[in-house]
């Protein structure tokens, strides 16, 4: 028997546990995942319990966290502060929630527009995926256009409309300038093949292209602008895609779902100096907990304002769509005890000390991390911006997906199997995502971890 294969069998007893958990969820779960993307071969690992920087599972194994549940936890496991804000937020309230509008709607709703250049308005969704959801049918009520463009390679949230084109296998994906539309999923219409163009990220030339040809169709053009939180967008890129877009009368939405509070406090738009119609958030905005938001210029999320019309639930059927305010709702949008953890989340953020330290800790992870490799004469590099990054294996400029395949994306998966074994976690395959409280030992840590699962697949 092999050593690998040894060593798969002991990492295999020390997480007996999670298997059995996993074959028990099996029989009333689907795959045994509520999301798709928690599962990995041959099974997810089942956690119990976390705190700061370290994840613990079911069979008591420890890990340093660089998943941070897909980057929601800037701040960590159970940050006092946040704690402390939900447990007032619950007193005060008497309740969990009012289905009534209320006071901390409005303060979060002030905070976002402050720090988000292309907000006027804002309304709060229950996920990242509602909010872009609710930006494209502002886009097409506002332009009175059916299509929507997206870039290859990015992800806004798993449903029909948007789930194309993510992660296409290259043999049906068309050309590099012109990349066809690829559907993600079974049980998906045709009908959104046809209402979504696929466009090459940071090709100028070739979007402008496209948009032109189909600008009488296309509403508006969504994207990561940094791609899956580390392919950022160029400068001239985003710029010029900015231009275009207000000239030929499409809607620019930015999917800040990642990049909202992890690159700077007020998104890439902010550093990038560049201001989209609409922008979606998520993730940390909730503090640990579900979240998304939109916000916008005005003229266009105003269309949503019940003065406009009244809602289909109260309108006694007799009027005619036209007529009507852009129907959005929610049982729970806007929940009390979700804004208290996202505004202390975000007032712990906007200490410059915190962003600053955040940055710091990335950047030595990333150098520590090219030098190890480097040392060993292992062709990698790390990508990202902000307190998000990747670790390539390859040392070609990545500028979008179809640099990305070129990578070597099997032995990343390999080192990320051996680090699950020595305590780090993060989905194989997946960007690491860093939080405040992660310290100079779990640095340490980590780069004797990816020492010694260097040495091991050697
Ligand atoms: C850029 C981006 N948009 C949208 C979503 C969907 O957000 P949620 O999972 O909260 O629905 C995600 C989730 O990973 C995301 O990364």
Redesign the pocket.
């Given at each position: 028997m092999s050593a690998h294969v040894i060593r798969e069998m002991n990492f295999e007893d020390k997480v007996s546990g999670s298997a059995r958990a996993y074959e028990q969820a099996k029989s009333v779960i689907p795959g045994g995942v509520t999301a798709n993307i928690k599962h990995f071969a041959p099974h997810p690992i089942v956690m119990d319990r976390a705190s700061g920087s370290q994840l613990i599972d079911i069979d008591g194994n420890e890990y340093i966290d660089y998943l941070l549940c897909?980057g929601a936890l800037i701040l960590g496991h159970g940050h006092p502060r946040v704690k402390e804000a939900v447990y007032k937020q619950m007193e005060q309230c008497g309740s969990f929630v009012f289905g009534a509008p209320h006071n901390l709607e409005y303060q979060m709703a002030q905070k976002l527009v402050d720090l988000f250049p292309g907000m006027d308005q804002i309304r709060f969704t229950n996920?990242?995926?509602?909010a872009?959801l609710l930006s494209i049918r502002l886009a097409e009520a506002y332009t009175g256009k059916h299509k929507v463009a997206k870039f290859e390679g990015h992800?806004?949230?798993g449903y029909d409309q948007m789930l194309v084109s993510i992660n296409p296998d290259l043999n049906g994906a068309g050309e590099p300038t012109s990349p066809n539309s690829v559907a993600e999923s079974s049980g998906m219409s045709d009908y959104y093949l046809e209402h979504t163009v696929v466009l090459p990220f940071n090709d100028l030339e070739a979007t402008e292209k496209i948009l032109r040809a189909k600008q009488d169709e296309i509403s508006a053009v969504i994207l990561?602008p940094v791609q899956g939180g580390f392919i950022s967008a160029d400068e001239s890129f985003i710029k010029g895609l900015r231009q275009i877009t207000s000239e030929l009368g499409i809607i620019l939405i930015f999917?800040e779902?990642?990049t909202g509070f992890r690159l700077t406090v007020g998104g890439a738009q902010s550093l990038y100096g560049v201001e989209p119609d609409l922008t979606?958030l998520?993730?940390v905005l909730g503090g640990g907990f579900p979240v998304?938001a939109l916000g916008g210029k005005i003229e266009i999320m105003d269309l949503m304002s019940p003065e406009k019309g009244q809602d289909i639930l109260t309108s006694g059927g007799n009027q005619q769509a036209t007529d009507r305010a852009l129907f959005h709702s929610g049982t729970y949008n806007g929940h009390p005890t979700v804004l208290a953890a996202g505004l202390a989340t975000i007032e712990v953020l906007e200490d410059p000390l915190t962003m600053k330290g955040l940055l710091q800790q990335t950047e030595l992870l990333r150098n520590e991390l090219e030098n190890l490799y480097h040392r060993h004469s292992i062709t990698m590099q790390t990508i990202g911006m902000g307190s998000i990054f990747n670790i390539v294996f390859t040392d070609e400029k990545v500028k979008n997906y179809r640099d990305l395949s070129k990578a070597d994306l099997d032995f990343r998966k390999r080192i990320d199997y051996e680090l699950l074994d020595l305590g780090i976690y993060t989905k194989p395959g997946n960007r690491y995502s860093i939080s405040t409280v992660h310290s100079e030992a779990d640095i340490k840590a980590t780069i004797d971890a990816h020492q010694q699962a260097i040495k091991r697949l050697k």
């Amino acid at each position: 028997m092999s050593a690998h294969v040894i060593r798969e069998m002991n990492f295999e007893d020390k997480v007996s546990g999670s298997a059995r958990a996993y074959e028990q969820a099996k029989s009333v779960i689907p795959g045994g995942v509520t999301a798709n993307i928690k599962h990995f071969a041959p099974h997810p690992i089942v956690m119990d319990r976390a705190s700061g920087s370290q994840l613990i599972d079911i069979d008591g194994n420890e890990y340093i966290d660089y998943l941070l549940c897909y980057g929601a936890l800037i701040l960590g496991h159970g940050h006092p502060r946040v704690k402390e804000a939900v447990y007032k937020q619950m007193e005060q309230c008497g309740s969990f929630v009012f289905g009534a509008p209320h006071n901390l709607e409005y303060q979060m709703a002030q905070k976002l527009v402050d720090l988000f250049p292309g907000m006027d308005q804002i309304r709060f969704t229950n996920s990242g995926l509602e909010a872009t959801l609710l930006s494209i049918r502002l886009a097409e009520a506002y332009t009175g256009k059916h299509k929507v463009a997206k870039f290859e390679g990015h992800y806004h949230g798993g449903y029909d409309q948007m789930l194309v084109s993510i992660n296409p296998d290259l043999n049906g994906a068309g050309e590099p300038t012109s990349p066809n539309s690829v559907a993600e999923s079974s049980g998906m219409s045709d009908y959104y093949l046809e209402h979504t163009v696929v466009l090459p990220f940071n090709d100028l030339e070739a979007t402008e292209k496209i948009l032109r040809a189909k600008q009488d169709e296309i509403s508006a053009v969504i994207l990561e602008p940094v791609q899956g939180g580390f392919i950022s967008a160029d400068e001239s890129f985003i710029k010029g895609l900015r231009q275009i877009t207000s000239e030929l009368g499409i809607i620019l939405i930015f999917d800040e779902v990642k990049t909202g509070f992890r690159l700077t406090v007020g998104g890439a738009q902010s550093l990038y100096g560049v201001e989209p119609d609409l922008t979606a958030l998520g993730k940390v905005l909730g503090g640990g907990f579900p979240v998304g938001a939109l916000g916008g210029k005005i003229e266009i999320m105003d269309l949503m304002s019940p003065e406009k019309g009244q809602d289909i639930l109260t309108s006694g059927g007799n009027q005619q769509a036209t007529d009507r305010a852009l129907f959005h709702s929610g049982t729970y949008n806007g929940h009390p005890t979700v804004l208290a953890a996202g505004l202390a989340t975000i007032e712990v953020l906007e200490d410059p000390l915190t962003m600053k330290g955040l940055l710091q800790q990335t950047e030595l992870l990333r150098n520590e991390l090219e030098n190890l490799y480097h040392r060993h004469s292992i062709t990698m590099q790390t990508i990202g911006m902000g307190s998000i990054f990747n670790i390539v294996f390859t040392d070609e400029k990545v500028k979008n997906y179809r640099d990305l395949s070129k990578a070597d994306l099997d032995f990343r998966k390999r080192i990320d199997y051996e680090l699950l074994d020595l305590g780090i976690y993060t989905k194989p395959g997946n960007r690491y995502s860093i939080s405040t409280v992660h310290s100079e030992a779990d640095i340490k840590a980590t780069i004797d971890a990816h020492q010694q699962a260097i040495k091991r697949l050697k």
